[in-house]
């Protein structure tokens, strides 16, 4: 009888089940594919970050605990996340005035605690190829990159040096829970296995409500939405860090980012109905070579694109997001489980790389009586 299964190897599973074996419960994490960290968690943009532009809907608590998270992970993990320098620039056609940028990067250093500052304008042409026609200011900031799939390896295997177990090529197939637990089925390396647990833990990403749909009796689902992010690796060097930039075409926003000795630009946000393993549709990727193309003199074409990739956002809906797009709508992760006595499996839905360690923490917290 393990304490908890916790269905998924991404970066969720792996900091739950990292802190719960810190509170020595007996762990055993299902991953369906042959290794943690093959789905969203290492097809993010690999930013550690507040997220500035969350300041702007108001999710103050969100930006101030995913930047409080920042500064752990830059001292638990120095080889894997460090801070890079990133650019804002201000055209005359750019949405949001230097002023308000300018007030938004005051509020994000206060809870940042690192300064910002104007870029001077006689620098601006060493600025990587950056059009300055019509530009009016840059701001630039500090924030923070990582590998996702190497810290979300590194996190699954602190646990697993704790105790944890971890079964890959393990697909979760059915739950039966009952007053003593739940009686769980999966199939391991292609053998049908059955094992118990006192309570299931959902971090199976965009598949949380597939998950549930194989328990019994079946739990409430959080009614969600799945947006794809595409992101395209291209030849170029960076020497000035990362470049925050409003999208043309629609005025979201994309980065474009150093990545090992290329670049990398990104995201999208196309909706799409079903979780899977999601290619990069081609109008995404001009979409971001478009973006590219806008801001930096040197043009690209698609023929140069190295690698193109896609991950899958769950964004949990609530009555008032139906007016809002998916780029405006809160980022906050939510623990569904039903309002039971004794409820017996938990879901985690949406979230960021970023706060998975809080996440975790919180989890912990909401499971606790029920242990
Ligand atoms: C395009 C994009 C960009 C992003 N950029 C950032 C960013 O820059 N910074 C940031 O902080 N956050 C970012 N995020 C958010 C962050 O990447 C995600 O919140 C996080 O990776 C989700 O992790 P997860 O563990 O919940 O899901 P996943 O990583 O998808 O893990 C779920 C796991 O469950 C497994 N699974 C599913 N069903 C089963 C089953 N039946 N049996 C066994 N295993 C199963 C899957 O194989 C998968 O490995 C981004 C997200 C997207 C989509």
Sequence with gaps: MHDLIIIGGGIHGAAVAQAAVQQGLQVRVLEQFPQPGMATSSKSSKLIHGGLRYLETGQFKLVRECLDERRYLLKAYPDLVRLVPFQIPVYTSTSRRPWKIRLGLALYSLFSRKSFHSVARKQWPQLDGLKTENLQAVFQYADAQTDDKKLTRRIMQEAIQLGAELHTDAQFISAHCGDNGCDVQYRHQGENKHTKCKLLINCAGPWVNS???????????????????????????????IYYLEAPQDR????????????????????????HNPTPPDTDIDYLLAVHNHYFSHKLSRSQVLEAFAGLRVLPRSEHDASRSAFSRPRETIIHFDDIPRPKVFSLYGGKLTAHRATARQLMQVIAPYL
């Design 211 to 241: 998950v549930l749909d194989g328990v019994h009796p079946c739990p409430t689902k959080r009614d969600m939405e799945l947006v794809l992010g595409t992101h395209i690796v291209v030849p170029g060097k960076l020497e000035h860090g």
């Design 252 to 275: 979201r926003a994309v980065f474009v980012m150093p990545w090992q000795d290329n670049m990398l630009i990104g995201t999208t946000e196309t909706p799409v109905t079903e979780p």
